[in-house]
C-alpha cells in the first residue's frame, strides 16, 4: 500500500469509487478541507476528509471528519493509517472541535473512532434516508487539544 501522490490525491478525492463518494466529496469546502486517500494499482481503496462543520463564524474552530474504505479493504488498518495521515494534516490548523457522525450500525467505525480518542455525544435517531431507509447517526467528538492517542 502506497501514498498517493499530491496530485493523485486531489483526483482521487473526487474520484473515490462511487458516484455518491464522488458528489459527497464535491460538497466539502475549504478553507479546512483537508484529505488524504491510499490506493494500490491505481485503484482508490479508502479515504478521510475534513471540513469546517459549519459555515457561521461560531464554527470557526470546529471541522467534520469523514473516512471511507472500500469492503475489501476493510479491517487491514487502512483506516487508521488514513485518520493518522489526516489528523497530522490538520494538526497545525487552528482547530478547537473535531466531530465524526456514524451511521448505525456500524462497530468498526465506533471502535476506530474511539481509538483516536473520540467520545460519544449521542444519537441522531432516524434522521437520514439511506438505500431507501432511515437511519441512525453516532455523533462523536474529540478536542484537538487532547493529545492524538491511538490506542
Not at 56 to 77: D, H, M, P
Request: net charge positive; hydrophobic share 40%; glycine share 12%.
Amino acid at each position: 500500500m502506497s501514498v498517493v501522490p499530491a496530485a493523485t490525491r486531489r483526483r482521487a478525492l473526487g474520484l473515490c469509487w462511487s458516484s455518491t463518494t464522488t458528489a459527497y466529496l464535491s460538497g466539502w469546502r475549504a478553507p479546512t478541507t483537508k484529505g488524504t486517500a491510499r490506493g494500490r494499482g491505481g485503484q482508490v481503496l479508502g479515504y478521510a476528509c475534513s471540513q469546517i462543520h459549519r459555515d457561521q463564524e461560531a464554527f470557526r474552530e470546529t471541522v467534520e471528519v469523514s473516512i471511507g474504505l472500500v469492503k475489501g479493504s476493510r479491517g487491514q488498518g487502512l483506516g487508521t493509517s488514513l485518520y493518522r495521515a489526516l489528523f497530522g494534516l490538520l494538526a497545525d490548523e487552528p482547530i478547537h472541535a473535531v466531530l465524526a457522525g456514524i451511521a448505525l450500525p456500524n462497530d468498526a467505525s465506533v471502535a476506530l473512532h474511539r481509538r483516536f480518542g473520540f467520545s460519544d455525544v449521542g444519537i441522531f435517531r432516524e434522521y437520514a434516508v439511506k438505500n431507501g431507509q432511515y437511519i441512525s447517526s453516532l455523533w462523536m467528538q474529540r478536542l484537538q487539544s487532547d493529545p492524538l492517542r491511538v490506542r
